[in-house]
């Protein structure tokens, strides 16, 4: 039968596909709107399988807070080519997935993409659509949230990265270091925000390469094991909860001042109750 281009352009409104694709699906479903996404969806379940295996690398990053700036997420939308992550049709898919998150605070990724997108779909509906619409794997790869006094955003260039960290106070001058301490988290990669958050399975290990590190240094040969124990946990002092804890790292906008400084110069009472960090890879 004869599909007009009015059906089709309808159609690739409704979905996202191609042209040829919409058209496709039409003629097969003899005109049928409902049949043709239905269609289009098999396709991309179809396509999802396929590409279960390929790595998705690429995609954007978003992070969004609520207009109270009390509850913020961060969310990674991944793809594999850099081609599909610049298109403005895919950042904005995941700025809608992100809105969707900040409506609903699920729990977890699982929870999120259970959750209701449009037309009776859930968000994993519709990514799976969309591999059958782009022909690459599309995942929602990462999702995290925050509740806090303050919530405060950061988006890094290209959205390759985002950040969401969460204060014990608010205000403008709070907002504005929250700022610099997103941007520091963006920079820097910190795993926690002090040393008590840190497992004791990440310190052991660190500790372990530590100790190896120094037991092959040619000026410590000789030394005994308990010896070479106290250079590790020198070594993991020094370096490892300096350069990895948020609060232990020198600010980056400062001189000679650590991040702990750089709150205490905003108030003394300034404190970072968590953030999350999510980047592309």
Known sequence: MKISASEVKKLREMTGAGMMDCKKALTEAEG????????????????SMKRADREAKEGVVVAMVNDASTKGIVIRLSCETDFVAKNEDFINLAKSFATIALENFPADKEALLAASYADGLSILDKVTEQVGVIGEKVEIADYSNIEADLVVPYIHAGYRAGVIVGFNQNGDKVEEAGKNIAMQIAAMKPIAVSKDEVSQEVIDKELEIAFETAKNEERNAGKPEQVLRGIAQGKLNKFFFKDRILLNQDYVKGNKQSVQDYL??????????????????
Not at 34 to 45: P, S, V
Not at 265 to 275: C, N, P
């Open 264 to 281: 205490k110069t905003v108030d003394s009472g300034l404190a970072v109750t968590g953030f999350k960090h999510i980047m592309l890879g």
């Open 32 to 47: 049928d709107l409902d049949k043709a996404i239905e269609i289009l969806r098999k396709k991309g379940q179809k396509l």
